[in-house]
């Protein structure tokens, strides 16, 4: 039975982490600059308003350290000390150029990513919090970043310019770029029927399995990308989950079921969906040799125009740059696509998404949403 988790915040509530620690806290950050820590059982254990009462737009738990919890709000980012909710420890304005979209933590606690409305990625050093690297490949805003694990070194970003970037922090050049308007293109000219729309894939979430080869990314066409990183960090495969009947917001890989490949999603229609990707094609190369499709190669420039129509209202002009090996590693990429095995289990919660947080609560594997309100609804996922 699902729990409802209210009187945290007075505004709809936008962003929710976990605790890696052995009491696995919880964090939530809503509209107006409010931030609320829980117990497993829901219980606040503390509330704080933040200055300037901007929108917490992503909370962050150290894994290194699980008294240190991240918070971005406007073009900053706070330290707090979660067991002791009162005045930020740290506080590092700027850190995000503009507006801060997401936050993303490497393994070891040591570098902070940074996603922000410019379209930048900002990579915060810890101890010190200064910046080492500022990353602009980005055309429009960077909505998510994601460190792969077992990889500090390695970051993905994703934005509204349907772009997938994969970065080694050595470099301020991406070590390959995918660009999902293209496959989606590609996908269409096979699939389209006369008078059918589609969204294009603006890209909300980023997320990594555990085993820190797969990549998922929720987007506005209602799936869930997805892309298999090979040695070398090569991009090898990618293909698609059709998730959603309208935009999907969040996708979540759960790192406690029984294997990596559970994915937990959300999306504008009010349903949240607990995924198997274990056999889909992208995960499991022995099943692609019954659905490959080789995607062409890319061609670049198009549909410059149709591009420049989609996106936002904050959208950047982008510089002209060397694309040439980005190019060459997405054409090297195959295309599958699954075929339509569903969910696993299927909830309509009603009500369009704005974050999901998989947790283990008092040794009930959940997933923890927040919505358009100002509670948490808290959902099983022991039917499994």
Known sequence: MARQWSEGHSTPI?????????????????????????????????????????DCTSVV????????LYVSH????SVLDPRNLKSPAEEFHGAGEEEINALA??????????????GAVRVLEFPGGKVCRTLRRHTNICSSVAFRPQRPNNLL????DMQVMLWGLQKTRPL???????????????????????NPPLVHCVSVASCGNIVGCAAEDGRVHLMRIGSGSKLEQQGAVKAHSQGASQAHF????????????????????????SKHPVVTPEAKA???????????????????????????TPEKEEKEVEDEAAAGSEEVMEEKPGPKLSINHGDKVNWLCPAVLKGEPSVVVADQSSSLTVYPLSQL
Do not use: M
């Not at 406007?74 to 980012?77: E, F, I």
């Open 74 to 77: 406007g073009d900053t980012v």
């Open 254 to 277: 759960v790192n406690f079921l029984s294997h990596p490949y559970w994915l937990v999603t959300g999306g504008n229609d009010g349903q949240v969906a607990l995924w198997d990707l």
């Open 290 to 316: 019954k659905t490959r499709v080789t995607a062409p190669p890319r061609r670049k420039g198009k549909s410059k125009a149709k591009r420049k129509e989609q996106t936002q209202d904050k959208a950047k």
């Open 157 to 160: 970003s994703a934005g509204l």
């Open 176 to 198: 390959w770029t995918l660009n999902l308007q293209d496959v989606a293109e590609e996908e269409d000219d096979h699939q389209q029927r006369p008078g059918q729309l589609f």
């Open 105 to 118: 933590l490497n393994d070891t606690g040591s570098a902070l990513a940074v996603a922000d409305d410019s």
């Open 61 to 68: 738990f150290s894994p290194a350290a699980p008294g240190q």
């Open 14 to 54: 936008l962003c929710v982490g976990v605790s890696p620690a052995p009491e696995g806290l919880l964090a939530s950050g809503s509209e107006g600059g409010e931030v609320t820590v829980w117990s497993q059982e829901g219980t606040i254990i503390g509330h704080l308003r933040l200055h300037g009462e901007e």
